[in-house]
Nanobody, 114 residues
């Protein structure tokens, strides 16, 4: 089993920045791709960004140039640095990790509001 514990998030004004962290623990040997999804009220969960174990990244068009995903393989932790936040970035953000199957974190609320 793999546990994913997220931290960060909260309330921020438009144009502000936040960082999310997600630490994996348990049976994490051979952990593969890690990533972040988000789900806004009334909408489907969508990919925000993903990062392979070797560092290759993939971003949703809506966050390119504003968000940066990174990982620390020694700590089995993935980060999401969010900048120039917009109202439409408001959502619950979930991290995930592939270790034989997909595991999900519990979700962190990010609210962009003035």
């Amino acid at each position: 089993q793999v546990q994913l514990v997220e931290s960060g998030g909260g309330l921020v004004q438009p144009g502000g920045s936040l960082r999310l962290s997600c630490a994996a623990s348990g049976s994490v040997s051979g952990i593969g791709a890690m990533g972040w999804y988000r789900q806004a009220p009334g909408k489907q969960r969508e990919l925000v960004a993903a990062i392979a174990s070797g560092g290759a990244t993939n971003y949703a068009d809506s966050v390119k140039g504003r968000f940066t995903i990174s990982r620390d393989n020694a700590k089995n932790t993935v980060y999401l640095q969010m900048s120039s936040l917009k109202f439409e970035d408001t959502a619950v953000y979930y991290c995930n990790a592939w270790v034989m199957r997909m595991y999900w974190g519990q979700g962190k609320q990010v609210t962009v509001s003035s």
